[in-house]
């Protein structure tokens, strides 16, 4: 059963903690993405990477980081420089530039 | 940063209604795709059209594309309350796919 898998679905943090989010596809696919999702909102660009070991940074990489040292594996960390970081994350892979994107089912990470 | 930008921000209609959505963009592109998401869960591909494509369906779903106007509209016909979600464009940009906005749509029973 081919796809992309997040864990944990629910994910909560204490100030000051940094935290991974796992993300892994079976697709072989070469790109993959971070998105952050805010209530309402639309998708804003963390990381993507192209291929193994490198990436780049989207639109809001400030407060992340980011590895890809296997094809099928491409982990968040929200460090605690991150200002904001409640919210949901979403990891997606795509197989050429212009095909559909496959999005994994989110993590939900929760500051208290 | 954004390219596409969806109108309406939310929709709210009864079964049955036919409900279009449309998404504006800035610059050239080779192909528009539109994405569909229910609430709490990931992002799931609908439809993808080419840029020399004016017209492409799916089933109950209807997607036009103007390039001269940088616009495309998803046209959900016969609408069922189980397509209450956010729909959201997404055009190719240089290495990565560039969201927009996205449409609330609420389909009453």
């Known amino acids: 059963d081919g796809g992309i898998t997040q864990s944990p679905k629910y994910l909560f943090r204490k100030e000051g903690q940094n935290v991974t989010l796992s993300c892994e596809q079976n697709l072989n696919h070469d790109a993959m993405y971070w998105y952050r999702q805010d209530p309402g909102q639309g998708l804003r660009l963390i990381y993507y990477s192209q291929i193994v070991n490198d990436f780049q940074k989207g639109d809001i990489a400030e407060g992340y980081s980011v590895s890809r040292e296997k094809k099928e594996s491409f982990p968040l960390t929200v460090t605690s420089a991150q200002k904001n970081p409640t919210a949901f994350y979403l990891c997606a892979s795509i197989a050429g530039l212009g095909d559909t994107q496959y999005f994994g089912p989110g993590t939900r990470l929760t500051v208290l | ?109």
């Not at chain 2, 799916?58 to 016969?78: E, H």
Request: aromatic content about 6%.
């Open chain 2, 1 to 109: 940063s954004q390219q596409g930008e969806e109108d309406p921000q939310a929709l709210s209609i009864q079964e049955g209604e036919n409900a279009t959505m449309n998404c504006s963009y800035k610059t050239s592109i080779n192909n528009l795709q539109w994405y569909r998401q229910n609430s709490g869960r990931g992002l799931v591909h609908l439809i993808l059209i080419r840029s020399n494509e004016r017209e492409k369906h799916s089933g109950r779903l209807r997607v036009t594309l103007d390039t001269s106007k940088k616009s495309s509209s998803l046209l959900i016909t016969a609408s069922r309350a189980a397509d209450t979600a956010s729909y959201f464009c997404a055009t190719d940009g240089p290495d990565k796919l560039i969201f927009g906005t996205g449409t609330r749509l609420q389909v009453f029973p």
